[in-house]
């Protein structure tokens, strides 16, 4: 299954509220030819690493697509920056944010962040505001390098990322 987490803590100048920005992002994207297959509810969470910038709103889609990984990518990155996104501190607030989290079975061998892709996503793991969703959607979705569950790696974390399911309106 291809996993993507979206997310965003600031208003867009056109869309306005974060979760308005994803749902337009979510439309683009299956505008482009994705097939959304499952998709997480709306949940708030406290940025990571903590930090005083406003709080997100995350989800996470499953897909289908003809795109490879690295077109995909391509995709997502020129979505987010149709919505204004530049990429110039890490762990900065921000308009919208697309993560390839996980395409299938494929692993990259670029795990250090040298260069190139990394797939699954090297932090997925570590972030609650990512494993929520998984969970939700895919309760037996194992991670392609470490066998485990989201549910599982969930259990790994310190249990000091705060989250909460936006309701529905």
């Known amino acids: 299954m291809i996993l993507i987490a979206l997310g965003a803590n600031l208003e867009h100048p056109i869309h306005g509220a974060p979760v308005n920005s994803l749902v337009a992002a979510l439309e683009i994207l299956k505008a482009r030819g994705l097939k959304i297959c499952f998709q997480s509810s709306w949940y708030k969470t406290a940025p990571v690493p903590i930090s005083d910038q406003p709080w997100f709103v995350n989800a996470v889609i499953a897909i289908e697509t003809d795109l490879d990984a690295d077109e995909l990518l391509e995709l ?31 692993v990259t061998e670029n795990r250090e962040q040298t260069k190139g892709n990394v ?14 969703p998984i969970i939700e959607i895919l309760p037996d979705w ?28």
């Open 119 to 132: 797939i699954p996503h090297p932090h997925m793991g570590e972030r609650a505001f990512v494993l929520a």
């Open 76 to 106: 997502l990155h020129s979505v987010e920056a149709e919505f204004g996104r530049v990429r110039e501190i890490k762990w900065e607030a921000r308009v919208l944010d697309l993560d390839l989290i996980s395409y299938d079975a494929l």
């Open 142 to 169: 194992r991670h392609p390098i470490n066998d485990l569950t989201a549910q599982q790696m969930m259990t790994r974390l310190d249990g000091d990322q705060a989250f909460e399911v936006v309701p529905s309106s």
